[in-house]
């Protein structure tokens, strides 16, 4: 072979080396390992015309808290045809005021205002918010009327959004916290770190991508 045979033949391994390592793989991240595919797929709400990138969390997890800086780099990173949405787990009977705060917040239209600012309270200043009626205490800040915020936090609407949420993390196969869901198709799965969280979340938004434009071809 030639000494110019050589030189270009070391020049497309380079190039595939570099491109394989800018892109995300199937052997960097394994079904079955760091994702889940879920089938059926089962997805949030089935009208939405944007991928949902699903946060699976609790304010009374502590790497839920950990992980919110992430959580937010991956919200402003999603493409214009995916949307961000955080959906409250319910492991443990404390856990269930969490639940009913954030959506009675959403009711209320400040659970993303307020959502960092409740993770800080809870875990940066450690303030004693572990009941329904302090949490109520905690969105009067945001000009929520404690007695109107109880009403909606208790009320059958919340309840059925919280079962729905728990039948839904069920049916996905979540079992801790942080974690992601997309299209209510795939789950993360087993990872090193809350960035490797983040960048299997934005391969599996690849992935979805791909697969709502190999169903729109159909």
């Keep these: ?32 390992v760091h994702y889940q595919r879920i089938r ?4 949030l709400d089935p009208a939405a015309r944007r991928i949902q990138v699903i946060e699976v969390f609790s304010y009374a997890c502590p790497h839920c808290y950990e992980f919110q800086s992430y959580a937010e780099r991956l919200r402003k990173s999603l493409p214009a045809d995916a949307e961000f949405v955080r959906l409250p787990a319910v492991f443990w009977p404390q856990w269930e005021p969490y639940a009913r705060a954030y959506f009675a917040a959403q009711h209320f239209g400040v659970a993303d205002k307020a959502n960092r600012a409740l993770f800080d309270a809870l875990w940066a200043r450690h303030e004693p ?18 007695a109107k915020f109880l009403e909606v936090a208790r009320s059958a609407a919340v309840t059925a959004q919280m079962q729905h949420a728990i ?28 960035r490797q969280l983040l960048e299997v979340a934005r391969f599996l938004v690849q992935q979805a991508a791909a697969a709502r434009a190999a169903a729109g071809a159909r």
Excluded: C, H, K
């Design 1 to 32: 072979m030639s000494r110019r045979m050589l030189i270009l033949l070391g020049a497309l391994l380079l190039a595939g080396a570099a491109s394989a390592q800018n892109a995300p793989s199937m052997l960097m991240y394994q079904p079955g």
């Design 40 to 43: 059926p797929a089962r997805p």
């Design 129 to 146: 918010l572990r009941s329904l009626q302090q949490l109520a205490g905690f969105y009067a800040r945001y000009g929520i009327a404690p």
């Design 167 to 194: 039948r839904l993390e069920q049916v996905w196969g979540v079992t801790g916290t942080p974690a992601i869901v997309v299209d209510g198709a795939w789950r993360s799965g087993e990872v090193s770190s809350y």
